[in-house]
């Protein structure tokens, strides 16, 4: 009896070990479904954040369709030289009791960054919501998960 007990526990502790977090289940590539403007991300967490590279843009390139859009709308001068390819512009989201917020999300279209917070409704899909002052002035934009 003692023998399967400390044979269950053992599998129990695996099993907890490589189960992901709940909030990492946020973490992947995911496109948006409904935007205008199509949008891919790479969500991935550093310390206790989460935060997002743009990977793709259907406004990132120039009409040649390759190469990529600099960031000349940014109110920091000194990243106007800069590539939207590969920018970190989704920043500092925290999990907390289901969702995510705390976060920030900058437009490189329009130099503008909003207010940011997410909630996974399914594995695969995800809502954000970017605002100004209030969440009541924003716009949910719904992704789904590539990989």
Same mark, same amino acid.
């Given at each position: 009896?003692?023998?399967?007990?400390?044979?269950?526990?053992?599998?129990?502790?695996?099993?907890?070990?490589?189960?992901?977090?709940?909030?990492?289940?946020?973490?992947?590539?995911?496109?948006?479904?409904?935007?205008?403007?199509?949008?891919?991300?790479?969500?991935?967490?550093?310390?206790?954040? *989460?935060? &997002?590279?743009? +990977? @793709?843009a259907s406004t990132m390139y120039? /009409?040649?369709?390759?190469?990529? $859009?600099?960031?000349? =709308?940014?109110?920091?001068?000194?990243?106007?030289?800069?590539?939207?390819l590969n920018i970190v512009n989704i920043?500092?989201?925290?999990?907390?009791?289901?969702? *995510?917020? &705390?976060?920030? +999300? @900058?437009?490189?279209?329009?130099?503008? /960054?909003?207010?940011?917070?997410? $909630?996974?409704?399914? =594995?695969?899909?995800?809502?954000?919501?970017?605002?100004?002052?209030?969440?009541?002035?924003?716009?949910?934009?719904?992704?789904?998960?590539?990989?």
């Amino acid at each position: 009896m003692k023998k399967l007990l400390f044979i269950s526990a053992i599998v129990l502790l695996s099993a907890a070990s490589f189960a992901q977090q709940p909030a990492d289940q946020i973490i992947g590539i995911w496109e948006t479904t409904d935007s205008e403007v199509k949008l891919k991300f790479n969500i991935y967490k550093s310390g206790e954040s *989460y935060f &997002g590279k743009l +990977l @793709y843009a259907s406004t990132m390139y120039e /009409t040649d369709g390759k190469t990529p $859009k600099k960031d000349i =709308k940014n109110p920091d001068k000194s990243l106007r030289s800069r590539s939207r390819l590969n920018i970190v512009n989704i920043n500092n989201l925290i999990y907390n009791d289901g969702d *995510y917020s &705390g976060g920030t +999300l @900058y437009n490189p279209d329009s130099g503008d /960054t909003y207010r940011l917070k997410a $909630k996974m409704i399914s =594995k695969n899909n995800v809502e954000f919501r970017g605002y100004v002052g209030i969440s009541l002035l924003g716009k949910t934009m719904k992704l789904k998960r590539v990989q």
